[in-house]
């Protein structure tokens, strides 16, 4: 309604501006007054978009607008000068509301904050359906993901879960562990080998060096069944498309956004080609894992145990080759990035808190002793994952970890249709954003030392499970409902073994313990020097 308002209101003072300017008199030349009528047309659109309509025709003016408000580019300057997700925890606390908070992105775009458990549990579960990932978001999204499950809507994301549910069911994620401790016992091999060729004061490295490859190992041998061979040139080209664009190409990404949100990837942009070309070769490289594993399947190598992503896929007969292709690229980015980014986090909580480091070690030493030195008939580490899931301490540390620093801090839906959130009727079109960061450290549900890092919390009896939030919603670093994150029992178990790993062969400081971790922002927000950190290496644990 107010969309058609707006665009009637402006058709009439676009004629009547012109009229009433005899050069560009409707009765004088076509070629001299459609340019001025779309020229004027423009500008009164722009004043009517940017200025009357957020004040004056928007619909959602019974809610409560974040402070800070600039009167033609909103909160921009806000959202622009902070680390993302900043912004919505302060006004999550600050700004008193029923559910949902006002603020305008650039050019004074609207957009609706989702704060409270009702307001959360409409837009995750009751009506996750109506809301569907906004254009700009799939724009940014489906170079890096395809479009697999996570960008997948409806009935086409309801079929490819279902089919995909049996690969990360809780007993084969359990059967996966194997491989999460191999691939960690690797990679602490590989930090040992490098700071064993420096000088003893400069044993420095970075982790982010690392966790890329750990991860992007895992979940292309325990999702894929492969040990991926160009696991190297995967992580170049997932650099390539995960790299901050530079400052001029950001700014002609959010005008394009504004037209038309597909339109930035079509530019002949050197940022563009570059992400196309490294989407392309990620492409290339699932489709011959594709080809390999309908090779295999044809000459019956794989057993009835095979059950990985690819195969689990093929056996169900429902994937295309371009469509299995985009669920690779959806867990080869969504499965290494997001726990690369949060073992990074966790890394540097390990360096500055000596006394979690600690506990941790102790815990994790015992385990240690055995599941290594110990196989079962297959070759395997015997009853690994029960040494895992029997620690305590680590289980807590890893929730905390996905608490405090969640990889994806802010998210969006935009409705497919007219829905109501917490009560408010939602036009269809409105932009909805979630902000796991603000939710995640929001006081109401965590108590008064809600940004205090404290695995503790999960220890508490009966808080196991729920950190001692009262409610599901305060947790939202995997979502909730029909769209939460189909991986989070494949993500905590990577990350705990990684974890135990690091803790258990190195002891670890920041390499410059003053300095203040600087945030990169892409796809997850992440520390931008990978955590350098001062390692010593362990033996025995001691």
């Known amino acids: 309604m107010a969309a058609s308002l707006g665009l009637g209101l402006s058709v009439v003072l676009a004629i009547l501006l012109v009229s009433y300017f005899p050069e560009y008199s409707i009765s004088g030349s076509f070629t001299w007054t459609f340019p001025a009528i779309f020229t004027v047309y423009l500008i009164v659109q722009g004043v009517y978009s940017v200025i009357l309509y957020p004040i004056f025709f928007t619909p959602y003016k019974n809610i ?4 800070g408000r600039s009167i033609w580019n909103g909160h921009f300057k806000i959202l622009q000068a902070a680390t993302q997700g900043s912004p919505s925890a302060k006004w999550t606390r600050e700004v008193p509301n029923n559910g949902l908070i006002r603020f305008y992105f650039m050019l004074n775009r609207e957009r609706l904050l989702v704060t409270s458990t009702k307001a959360l549990a409409d837009v995750l579960v009751h009506r996750a359906y109506d809301f ?16 697999g499950v996570l960008l997948a809507e409806g009935d086409v994301h309801r079929a490819q879960r279902k089919n995909l549910n049996p690969a990360f069911s809780f007993r084969h994620i359990k059967q996966l562990y194997p491989i999460f401790w191999q ?19 400069k044993k420095v490295i970075s982790f982010g060096a690392f966790t890329g490859n750990a991860t992007l190992e895992i979940i292309g041998l325990a999702g894929m069944g492969y040990d991926l061979e160009s696991v190297h040139e995967l992580c170049e080209e997932y650099q390539k498309m995960l790299s901050p664009a530079p400052p001029m190409t950001k700014v002609i990404q959010m ?24 989407s392309q070769k990620i492409r290339d490289i699932s489709r011959q894992l ?34 299995l292709a985009d669920q690779i690229m959806t867990f080869l980015a969504a499965g290494h ?29 015992i385990m240690m002793t055995a599941p290594r030195l110990v196989a079962g008939p297959d070759g395997s580490p015997c009853g690994l994952a029960s040494f895992i899931d029997s620690m305590p301490y680590l289980n807590a540390f890893c929730n905390e970890l996905f608490r405090f620093y969640p990889p994806v801090t802010v998210t969006s839906r935009q409705a497919a249709r007219d829905t109501t959130i917490a009560g408010h009727p939602i036009k269809k079109g409105t932009h909805i954003v979630i902000a796991p960061r603000a939710t995640n450290r929001n006081p109401e549900f965590w108590g008064p030392d809600a940004d205090v890092f404290n695995p503790d919390r999960w220890l508490a009896p009966g808080c196991t499970n729920t950190g001692g939030a009262e409610s ?31 803790v258990w062969r190195f002891e ?12 990169t922002p892409g796809l997850t927000n992440k520390p931008k020097d990978g955590v350098r950190a001062r390692l010593r290496v362990l033996r025995d644990g001691r």
């Open 64 to 67: 409560p607008v974040a402070p």
């Open 132 to 147: 569907e990932k906004s254009r700009a978001l799939v724009a940014s999204l489906e170079w890096i993901t395809g479009t």
């Open 183 to 201: 691939k960690s016992l690797e990679m602490a091999d590989k930090i040992e080998q490098t700071i064993s060729g420096l000088q003893e004061d």
């Open 255 to 278: 005008i394009t956004f504004m037209i038309s949100p597909e339109l930035f990837f079509y530019l002949p942009l050197p940022y563009v080609t570059q992400v196309r070309a490294a």
């Open 290 to 323: 594709i080809q390999r594993k309908l090779q295999e399947l044809s000459d019956k190598k794989l057993d009835d145990s095979s059950g990985d992503i690819i195969s689990v896929a093929l056996e169900s007969g429902n994937f295309t080759e371009d469509g």
């Open 337 to 365: 990035e997001t726990t690369s980014t949060s073992l990074q986090y966790g890394t540097h909580i390990l360096c500055t808190h000596p006394d979690i480091q600690k506990r941790l070690r102790d815990e994790v030493r």
């Open 472 to 502: 599901n919603y305060a947790f939202l670093t995997f979502i909730h409902g029909p769209r939460s994150c189909i991986g989070s029992g494949f993500a905590k178990g990577e990350l705990m073994c990684l974890i135990a790993a690091l």
């Open 508 to 519: 670890m400081e920041l390499e410059d313990p003053e300095k203040e971790m600087e945030i």
